[in-house]
């Protein structure tokens, strides 16, 4: 594993933007693995901001507070307005935000502005809902940890339904802005034996998929489906999960793709398995990446930042005042 320290740095969120890993809310400094580090001048401490996404051009950029109910919308680090979310148990799970860029090329941008399960899918550009329909009753599952596929086509969510228990749910954009009803209710649901606790899309039409070890079991009389502990590949096209493994390590809240055959895992430190046999290839022990097995994580106080380039694969964790960037050995 290729490794670079950046040490006694100061940092509120961490997010890349190309080559380079920006901090908006913190003068929007730039961090670049070889140490050098840049300052755009903007700043925006004045609020407890945590957390940062980037559109995947870098335009624009949402800074906001985990488990909190507030952000800002960014371009070109410049203020375009401030967001919001429901109260509801915001401060328990991760806030829910993502873009997407639609084939007419407008970004959106996809959040709950209104209530905890009702996702929006938002025109970056002017704040207007696309999705906004009379007849809207969205399902009661709480959307966390959004994601959305290389193609700009397929909505994950990665959240969580009352007693609590962990899920994940799948929606198609285009289908949803057709017909927003569409987003009130996952488009599939994986047939499995346990909760599922995290969640990347390896390719367009494939998931890989993760059972904490502690999650509940649904039904002990399902031994073929995804057990606790285990690891598997959901594909959307025929919603089948196949190649179940029981991985060399515990499978934690964040799992993140790397290519057809590896993905990072943080549980305790950063790993780098195998995902189609479960070996861990790579591990770096001394480097502490908390305990996150959920959505729900209750607080950040012993939660690193981190943030994977969607172009290179790399990770960027950060805590106290270190960054380290990791990167899969060639």
């Avoid at 073929?224 to 594909?235: A, E, P």
């Amino acid at each position: 594993m290729e490794r670079h320290t950046i040490k006694e740095v100061h940092f509120s969120t961490l997010t890349w933007a190309g080559d380079y890993l920006i901090d908006w809310a913190h003068s929007g400094t730039i961090f670049l693995p070889d140490g050098q580090i840049k300052k755009l001048g903007n700043y925006y401490l004045a609020f407890s901001f945590d957390s940062a996404i980037n559109s995947s051009d870098g335009v624009y950029s949402v800074v906001y507070k985990r488990l909190g109910t507030k952000g800002l919308l960014l371009k070109n680090g410049e203020i375009l307005r401030e967001i919001n979310r429901s109260y509801y148990h915001a401060e328990v799970y991760e806030y829910p935000v993502a873009f997407a860029k639609l084939n007419d090329g407008r970004d959106i941008l996809i959040h709950c502005p209104n209530e905890y399960n009702r996702l929006e899918f938002e025109e970056v550009e002017t704040g207007l809902i696309l999705t906004n329909h009379i007849d809207r009753d969205p399902s009661d599952f709480f959307h966390s940890r959004l994601e959305v596929s290389p193609d700009n086509k397929t909505l994950l969510s990665k959240g969580w339904a009352w007693h609590p228990f962990d899920y994940v749910e799948v929606f198609d954009i285009e289908e949803c802005i057709e017909n927003p009803k569409a987003l009130d209710q996952s488009k599939l649901n994986p047939e499995v034996n346990t909760e599922i606790s995290t969640a990347s899309f390896i390719n367009n039409e494939l998931v890989l998929i993760g059972a904490s070890n502690d999650m509940e079991p649904f039904d002990d009389n399902s031994p073929d489906q995804l057990q606790n502990g285990q690891i598997g590949i959901w594909n959307l096209t025929t919603n089948t999960v196949s190649d179940i493994i029981n991985p060399e390590c515990v499978i934690g809240g964040n799992l993140m793709i790397i290519d057809d055959t590896f993905a990072w895992t943080f549980y305790e430190h950063p790993k780098i398995i195998n995902f189609r046999t479960g070996e861990i290839v790579d591990e770096i022990k001394e480097i502490w990446s908390g305990k996150q097995v959920s959505s729900i994580i209750h607080t950040t106080k012993d939660l690193p930042l981190i943030s994977l380039n969607p172009k290179t694969r790399q990770i960027a964790i950060g805590r106290d005042d270190t960054i380290e960037f990791l990167a899969k050995s060639i």
